[in-house]
C-alpha cells in the first residue's frame, strides 16, 4: 500500500511539473505570435515618423519661414548677433 | 514422415526470415539513401515548401545641410531629401475575369487619376488585357491612398468572387524633397522608375549622379515561414539590407534660400536669360550657397529633360559655363602687378611701379591692337583710382610693364599658378569646365597664335582667357583670406551606418584639405589690393550699389560681351560681382552672375546691362540678410546712408580716405 502511495505521489508532482514546463511553453509561444504584429507595426510607425518629418521639413522650409518673418506679427523676431549669445560649458552649474 | 514435414517448415520459416530480413535491408538502405546521401536535397525542397524568401528594400544616402554654420547654435541633422514610403499598384489580369475588367478598371483609375504625387500607367485599361501576371497600373501611392483602395478591394473581390491576390501593392520609396526647387541643380535627382535588373534608383544628374556609389545600398533578404495564419516569428535574417551611405554638404539651407530669392528677384528686374549666385566661405573653400535661377525642380525632371531650352536650367552654370571675366580681373592683375615689384626686388632690380605713381592713362594705344579705352577719360592714374574707375588702359600699362620686365612666360605662369585658371578645381559635380589661358607657342585651328603681341593687354582686363566662376570666387577667396589658395568644395563628410554605428568613409575636414593649400600671395599684396577694392565699393566707385550699410566690404564689378557668331555682341552681356563682407575676417565670399541682362539706359541711373546696375544690388541685398542670418555684428556703425540717424561721416568707415582720393583725382584730372 505504502509504495503505491509512494508512486502516486510520483506521479502527481512529474504530472504538476510537466503542467508548469507545457505552461510556460504556451505563454512563450504566445508571445513569439506577438512578434510579428508588433514588428510590423514599429516599422509602420518609424515610416509614419518618417512621413510626418517631412511634411513638418515641408512647412519649415526655410522660404516659407522667411514669407512668415515678414509677417507683421513676426517682425519682432530677429536673429541674435554673434556676440550676444553666451555658450555655457555643459556639466558646470547644471541643475539636477 | 514427421522429420521430413519439421525439415520442410524449417526451410520455410529460413525462405520467410530471409525474405523479411532483405525487405528490412532494404527499407533501411532506402532511409539510409533518403535520410544521408540525399539528405541535403530533401531538405532544400522541404525548406522551399515551408519557406520562402522576401527582399526587403533599403533607403538611399540622404544629403544634409551644413547646420554647424550659425555659431553658437547647436547644429541639428537637417535632410535635403527624404526616402517616403510609398505602394505602387499591380494586378493580376490572368486572375481577373473578363466581364469584370472593365467594372474594375474603371473604379481603380477613378481612385488614381489626378492624385498629387501619382504616376499612373498610359493604356490603364490596357493594362488588364494583357497576358501577364504583373501589371503595374500606378506608381507612388500614399499610404492613405493605398488603404483606401486595399478596402474597397476586399469588399469587391469577396462579394464577385475574385482572387484576393489579383491586386496587390509593390512596396517602394520615392525620393522627395521637402524644400521643393531650393538646391535643385546642385542636388539632381532621380528617376521615377528604378533599374530593373539591379533594383536601384537612377541618378537625373547632380550630386545624385556623382556620388551615386556611395549612396547606393543593397536589399536585404529574410526567410519566411509559409504559415497560413500565422509566422511564429519574423523570420530569419539572412542578409540585411544595407542603406546608403549619408553626404553631408557644406550648403546652409537657409543661406541657400536667401540666395535664390535674390538672384530671382535679381533677375527678373534686370529682365535677363538667368543668373547665380555662389558663397564660399574664403578659408576654408566650403561653399556655402549655390543658387540658379532659373530653378530646376529634381521632383519634375521630366518637365525640364523633355524640353530642350530647359534642359539648360538643370546644369550648374558655375561649373559649367567658362567665359570672359572684364573687369573681374583687375584686382588679380593689380596682384599679379605687385607680384612682379617681389620678383625684381628679389632679383636685385627696380620694382616696376608704385601703388601711388601718377601713370598717364589718356594714350590707349598698345602694340599689335586697336587702341584701347576707358568708359570716361583720365589723364593720370594710381593704383587705387585705377581699380576705382576701371581703368582699361592702366591695367594694360601695368601688364605691359610686367611683361616688359619680367617676360610674357612669367606673367602667364601668375596666372595659372597663382589663381589657378585654365585648370580644374576637383569640384564634386560633374561637368566643371576648366576654362582656357592661351599658351605662348600654341597655335588655334585657324593657324593664328594663342597668344600673341596683344594678349597680355587683353588678359589685363579679363578678355581672351576662360574662367568658370568658382575659379574666379576662389582667385578672390585668395584675396579674402590674407593670400592662401584655397580649392572649393562642396562635401564635409561621407557616413555609412552600419549596425547603427557611424562609419565615416571620407572626411573631407578642412584641417586635413588645407594642408595642401599653399600661401601664394604676401599679406602686404593682399593689403593693398584689398585697399583698391575698398574704394571701388564707396562713391566715385562703379560697385557703390553693393555697398553695405554698418559694414565694410570690397569688391568689383564686371560687364562682358558675349560672343555670338564670332563676334562681341552689343546686345548680349554677362554682368558679374565679385566680393567679400566684412572685410576684416570675412564670412563669406560671393559671386553674383547674370546672363544677357536687358540693354536700356534709365536717365539717372545708367546702363541696366552693366554689372553695377544689375549685380551689385544682388550682392547688397544677399550679403545684408545674409550676415543677419548668421548674426555677424556690423563693423562699421557708423557707415550709413546720408540721412540714417546712425551716419556719422566723420568716423564711418573709409570715408576720409575716398575724400582725399577724390582730390587727388581732381589735382591730377580737372586742374
Known amino acids: 500500500m505504502g509504495i503505491l502511495i ?41 515610416e509614419d515618423n518618417a512621413r510626418l518629418d517631412y511634411e513638418i521639413d515641408r512647412f519649415e522650409n526655410p522660404i516659407h519661414l522667411m514669407e512668415l518673418q ?24 547644471a541643475v539636477e | 514422415m514427421k522429420s521430413a514435414m519439421e525439415s520442410s517448415d524449417r526451410r520455410r520459416l529460413v525462405f520467410l526470415a530471409i525474405g523479411l530480413f532483405v525487405f528490412f535491408a532494404l527499407l533501411i538502405a532506402q532511409f539510409f539513401c533518403i535520410q544521408i546521401v540525399q539528405g541535403e536535397k530533401w531538405s532544400r525542397v522541404a525548406d522551399s515548401q515551408h519557406f520562402f524568401i522576401v527582399t526587403e528594400p533599403f533607403q538611399r544616402g540622404v544629403f544634409y545641410s551644413n547646420t554647424g554654420i550659425k555659431k553658437g547654435h547647436t547644429p541639428v541633422r537637417q535632410p535635403l531629401v527624404f526616402d517616403i514610403q510609398k505602394f ?43 497576358k501577364s501576371r504583373s501589371r503595374c497600373l500606378a506608381m507612388w501611392l ?46 539632381g535627382g532621380v528617376r521615377d522608375r528604378r533599374d530593373e535588373e539591379s533594383g536601384q534608383a537612377i541618378p537625373t544628374g ?92 529634381p521632383s519634375n525632371y521630366q518637365e525640364y529633360y523633355n524640353d530642350p531650352l530647359r534642359a539648360q536650367d538643370t546644369r550648374v552654370r558655375a561649373v559649367s559655363d567658362a567665359s570672359e571675366v572684364g573687369s573681374t580681373m583687375k584686382p588679380l592683375t593689380l596682384a599679379i602687378a605687385l607680384k612682379a615689384n617681389e620678383e625684381r626686388r628679389r632679383r636685385g632690380e ?69 589663381f589657378g585658371f585654365g585648370q580644374l578645381t576637383g569640384f564634386e559635380l560633374s561637368g566643371e569646365s576648366a576654362g582656357l589661358v592661351p599658351t605662348p607657342g600654341k597655335r588655334l585651328p585657324d593657324g593664328r597664335m594663342e597668344w600673341s603681341v596683344p594678349t597680355p593687354f587683353s588678359l589685363a582686363i579679363g578678355y581672351n582667357l576662360q574662367a568658370n566662376s568658382l575659379q574666379l570666387l576662389a582667385a578672390y577667396a585668395t584675396l579674402a583670406n590674407g593670400g592662401w589658395r584655397v580649392r572649393p568644395t562642396l562635401i564635409k563628410k561621407i557616413v555609412h551606418k552600419v549596425d547603427d554605428t557611424d562609419e565615416v568613409v571620407w572626411d573631407n575636414a578642412p584641417s586635413e584639405r588645407l594642408k595642401s593649400s599653399p600661401r601664394v600671395l604676401d599679406p602686404y599684396i593682399v593689403s593693398e589690393v584689398v585697399t583698391a577694392m575698398k574704394y571701388v565699393m564707396k562713391t566715385g566707385g562703379s560697385a557703390r550699389r553693393a555697398n553695405v550699410a554698418g559694414y565694410t566690404e570690397a ?80 563693423d562699421d556703425p557708423f557707415g550709413y546712408p546720408p540721412g540714417d540717424p546712425r551716419y556719422d561721416p566723420k568716423q564711418a568707415d573709409w570715408h576720409e580716405e575716398v575724400k582725399k582720393m577724390a582730390e587727388v583725382y581732381r589735382e591730377w584730372n580737372e586742374t
Request: hydrophobic share 40%.
Open chain 2, 555 to 634: 569688391g568689383k564689378t564686371g560687364t562682358v560681351r558675349k560672343i555670338v557668331g564670332g563676334q562681341y555682341s552689343r546686345e548680349a552681356h554677362l554682368a558679374f560681382f565679385v566680393g567679400f563682407i566684412p572685410v576684416n575676417r570675412p564670412a563669406f565670399v560671393m559671386l553674383v552672375g547674370i546672363d544677357e541682362p536687358e540693354v536700356k539706359y534709365l536717365p539717372g541711373v545708367g546702363h541696366t546691362e552693366h554689372a553695377s546696375i544689375c549685380a551689385a544690388p544682388i550682392f547688397k541685398e544677399v550679403a545684408r540678410r545674409s550676415l543677419e542670418y548668421l548674426g555677424v555684428a556690423p
Open chain 2, 88 to 130: 505602387h499598384l499591380y494586378i493580376d489580369p490572368q486572375s481577373i475575369p473578363e466581364s469584370l475588367r472593365g467594372e474594375m478598371a474603371s473604379r481603380l483609375h477613378g481612385a488614381v487619376n489626378e492624385m498629387p504625387g501619382v504616376t499612373v500607367v498610359d493604356d490603364f485599361a490596357g493594362q488588364f488585357e494583357k
Open chain 2, 350 to 418: 627696380e620694382p616696376i611701379f608704385d601703388p601711388w605713381e601718377k601713370i598717364e592713362t589718356a594714350s590707349g594705344k598698345f602694340p599689335g591692337r586697336r587702341d584701347l579705352t576707358d568708359t570716361h577719360k583720365h589723364q593720370y592714374l594710381n593704383m587705387y583710382l585705377a581699380l576705382q574707375k576701371s581703368s582699361n588702359i592702366y591695367m594694360a600699362r601695368l601688364v605691359e610693364r610686367v611683361c616688359n620686365a619680367l617676360g610674357d612666360q612669367w606673367y602667364r605662369q601668375q596666372l595659372t599658378s597663382l
Open chain 1, 70 to 93: 515678414r509677417q507683421p506679427e513676426y517682425s519682432h523676431l530677429k536673429h541674435p548677433l554673434t556676440k550676444e549669445i553666451i555658450i555655457l560649458p555643459s556639466g558646470e552649474g
Open chain 2, 142 to 187: 500614399d499610404m492613405a491612398t493605398r488603404q483606401t483602395i486595399d478596402q474597397w478591394w476586399q469588399e469587391w473581390a469577396r462579394s464577385h468572387k475574385v482572387a484576393r491576390n489579383a491586386l496587390f501593392f509593390v512596396s517602394d520609396y520615392q525620393r522627395c524633397h521637402p524644400f521643393g526647387k531650393l538646391l535643385g541643380q546642385v542636388l
Open chain 1, 6 to 46: 509512494r508512486i502516486f505521489i510520483c506521479i502527481f508532482w512529474a504530472g504538476l511539473i510537466l503542467y508548469g514546463l507545457v505552461s510556460h511553453q504556451n505563454a512563450l509561444t504566445a508571445l513569439r505570435l506577438e512578434i510579428p504584429p508588433l514588428a510590423k507595426e514599429v516599422k509602420k510607425i518609424q
Open chain 2, 206 to 297: 547632380g550630386l545624385e549622379l556623382a556620388f551615386n556609389e556611395h549612396l547606393k545600398g543593397s536589399f536585404g533578404k529574410r526567410r519566411l515561414m509559409r504559415s497560413p495564419r500565422h509566422a511564429l516569428a519574423t523570420g530569419e535574417v539572412i542578409q540585411a539590407p544595407q542603406d546608403g551611405a549619408d553626404v553631408y554638404l557644406t550648403i546652409n539651407h537657409h543661406l541657400q534660400a536667401i540666395a535664390e530669392e535674390e538672384i530671382q528677384r535679381g533677375v527678373e528686374k534686370a529682365g535677363a536669360k538667368g543668373g547665380w549666385v555662389v558663397m564660399m566661405e574664403p578659408y576654408t573653400g566650403e561653399i556655402l550657397a549655390l543658387a540658379q535661377y532659373p530653378f530646376f525642380d
